[in-house]
């Protein structure tokens, strides 16, 4: 079948983005600096990334927005880089980032696009941000701990907007309280805040100082309103969790880095709606749960799925060994090992 004929007006405008790309290429290709162009190799942090750019704090606790190296393959808030200061500035850019030092830690996410992403790097503490309202949610908690554990980050749970519990009814406090002692019982620290009382901000800003730390957890538990609480300087937006589907509205965008003048780093990163583990095997997602690691190796037969499997040693421990709504959790997360859902959509 003939192709369909463009029209004089299609054929502009399919004209007119071209042009528009080659000039933002001839653009772009003015800010690559030749070594002449550019100053001594400095140390730097970025601070954030935003595409092609980031923001880099040199030495001097200046930020200076820079471009990449195109033999820089991944770049993340939190990495220690050598960048280059540029003698002009160009198109607002400063500099550029030479290479990047080795990380530390690096928390990463799978992506149905690019893989494992990483999110932020060269952090110490992970703060997993839960809360009352849209609704607490121990499955999530569970799959930050497990990614958490991978990392060998240390994990401390949040559990935020705490004014809200007298919204709920005895029982319902009681369910969120036995959860908690739940992880307190295997050796994770438990930390309480609400950004409207201040209750519990102190304790949280004394675990954050002398830490690079980082926010993660489900949107609309107020990780935004937490830093606010935290930096009150900073007046990060925030916006209420939606009435209609109650889930959290998008407020953070990229994550970025802030310091305390007190000492310590914090990253505030976007939220994410599901955390997959997709991209972990069953074994790594059973080193993710802690107290399972007396019964390594203990199952009847080595390819054991931990669900109704004969001699599992895992199903057959007692209620004082592992907690069955830990174990109900982990079962979860084995039988959907297969899902590879789309976890690029960022809203906190």
């Known amino acids: 079948m003939a192709k369909k004929k463009l029209t004089k007006g299609q054929q502009r405008q399919i004209k007119a983005n071209h042009d528009k790309k080659l000039h933002n290429k001839v653009a772009?290709?003015?800010?690559?600096?030749?070594?002449?162009?550019?100053?001594?190799?400095?140390?730097?942090?970025?601070?954030?990334?935003?595409g092609q750019h980031a923001d880099v704090e040199g030495e001097d606790g200046t930020i200076y927005r820079c471009n990449l190296r195109r033999s820089i393959s991944s770049l993340v808030c939190g990495d220690k880089v050598l960048w280059r200061l540029g003698k002009e500035t160009?198109?607002?850019?400063?500099?550029?980032?030479?290479?990047?030092?080795?990380?530390?830690?690096?928390?990463?996410?799978?992506?149905?696009?690019d893989g494992v992403k990483p999110i932020a790097a060269n952090i110490s503490q992970?703060?997993?941000?839960?809360?009352?309202l849209p609704a607490f949610n121990s499955d999530i908690i569970d799959r930050y701990l497990v990614a958490a554990e991978q990392t060998g980050i240390t994990p401390?749970?949040?559990?935020?907007?705490?004014?809200?519990l007298n919204q709920l009814n005895q029982q319902e406090q009681d369910e969120i309280e036995q959860q908690l002692e739940i992880y307190r019982a295997i050796g994770y620290q438990v930390l309480y805040g609400s950004s409207q009382t201040n209750e519990g901000i102190s304790e949280i800003k004394a675990q954050l100082s002398q830490?690079?730390?980082?926010?993660?957890?489900?949107?609309?538990?107020?990780?935004?309103?937490?830093?606010?609480?935290?930096?009150?300087?900073?007046?990060?937006m925030t916006q209420e969790v939606s009435q209609n589907s109650g889930l959290g509205q998008?407020?953070?965008?990229?994550?970025?880095?802030?310091?305390?003048?007190?000492?310590?780093?914090?990253?505030?990163?976007?939220?994410?709606?599901?955390?997959?583990?997709?991209?972990?095997?069953?074994?790594?997602?059973?080193?993710?749960?802690?107290?399972?690691?007396?019964?390594?190796g203990l199952c009847k037969f080595r390819d054991c799925k931990h669900q109704s499997d004969p001699g599992c040693a895992l199903t057959s421990a007692s209620e004082q060994q592992i907690n069955p709504k830990r174990l109900a959790s982990f079962q979860r997360i084995i039988a959907s090992l297969g899902d590879n859902k789309l976890t690029s959509r960022f809203n906190d």
């Not at 992970?126 to 009352?132: E, H, K, T």
């Open 250 to 296: 998008h407020t953070t965008t990229v994550a970025r880095l802030y310091h305390f003048n007190d000492g310590g780093d914090l990253i505030d990163s976007p939220g994410i709606r599901e955390f997959g583990l997709w991209h972990l095997s069953s074994d790594q997602v059973f080193n993710g749960f802690i107290e399972f690691e007396q019964f390594q």
């Open 211 to 236: 830490h690079v730390s980082i926010f993660v957890g489900q949107s609309g538990v107020g990780k935004s309103t937490l830093v606010n609480a935290l930096m009150p300087e900073l007046g990060l």
């Open 156 to 164: 401390v749970i949040v559990l935020n907007k705490t004014d809200l």
């Open 28 to 50: 772009s290709s003015k800010v690559q600096w030749q070594d002449e162009d550019l100053g001594p190799t400095m140390q730097g942090t970025v601070i954030s990334r935003f």
């Open 90 to 113: 160009e198109h607002s850019i400063r500099g550029i980032i030479e290479a990047v030092h080795d990380r530390d830690s690096v928390l990463s996410r799978p992506d149905v696009y």
């Open 126 to 132: 992970i703060l997993i941000v839960s809360s009352l």
